[in-house]
């Protein structure tokens, strides 16, 4: 287990919200992997940090999911669940394939400027070749769809949605294939929605995300573990 040294110097309330912020990074970045055990003790030592505040941001971390407390034992990080993913992917095409009829629907000669921006990033610009970045920019990219088709609420569960499913698909880009395949795909995408064409703009969503989500069952410890060896060391 690794965990990145972070020696601040603030209010309780501001470390705790730093402590906080940085294990969400470790757990994300594969520092922590689904399993790993720890204690408040060892946190704090490293975080040059007293354990309130180091109490707090892992108590946070558990109300959101992703750690467990063993009142006996310290913590550790959730192992994955398998079915709950799916099932946030299930969610997450529901409210895709919706913003995606909206954004069909739109009156003619209305292009919101999101799906221009989308354009040029996808189809005009330079490709990025980093898996990472573009792993980032994969996540905009859908949720900018979702914020573009107008209802603000569904875009609040959807962006929720996909904090909670973000550890799978950062896995999913450290294949190299991934990168390519999401260009070509989100180009077809938008171009569908351009042309208003709706059924097909909805397919080419659902076979892109259902990708990323036969990839949830592909994962093992041993992938895990050369994920964290990808990050490099702990800084």
């Given at each position: 287990m690794q965990l990145t040294n972070n020696r601040h110097k603030a209010r309780p309330e501001?470390?705790?919200?730093?402590?906080?912020?940085?294990?969400?990074?470790?757990i994300f970045d594969?520092?922590?992997l689904p399993g790993d055990r720890f204690s408040e003790s060892e946190i704090a030592g490293r975080?040059?940090?007293s354990r309130t505040p180091v109490r707090q941001a892992l108590f946070r971390l558990e109300r959101e999911g992703y750690v467990d407390v063993h009142f006996r034992s310290g913590w550790q990080v959730r192992p994955f669940d398998f079915d709950y993913f799916e099932q946030l992917y299930d969610l997450r095409i529901v409210l895709e394939r919706e913003a995606?009829?909206?954004?069909?629907a739109r009156p003619a000669g209305e292009t919101p400027?999101?799906?221009a921006a989308l354009t040029h990033f996808w189809i005009e610009a330079p490709r990025?070749?980093?898996?990472q970045s573009v792993s980032q920019h994969d996540e905009q990219f859908h949720m900018a769809l979702v914020a573009a088709a107008g209802n603000g609420e569904m875009a609040r569960i959807h962006r929720d949605v996909t904090e909670k499913i973000r550890i799978i698909r950062r896995l999913d880009f450290t294949q190299e294939q991934r990168v390519d395949a999401t260009y070509h795909e989100h180009a077809a995408i938008l171009r569908a929605i351009l042309q208003r064409h709706t059924e097909e703009a909805q397919t080419l969503l659902s076979?892109?995300?259902a990708v990323s989500k036969a990839e949830v069952r592909k994962i093992t410890l041993h992938r895990l573990h050369q994920a964290r060896l990808q990050q490099g060391p702990a800084s």
């Open positions: 501001g470390l705790a919200e730093r402590i906080y912020q940085q294990l969400k990074d470790d594969f520092r922590l975080m040059a940090a995606l009829k909206r954004l069909c400027p999101a799906l990025l070749e980093d898996g076979d892109h995300i």
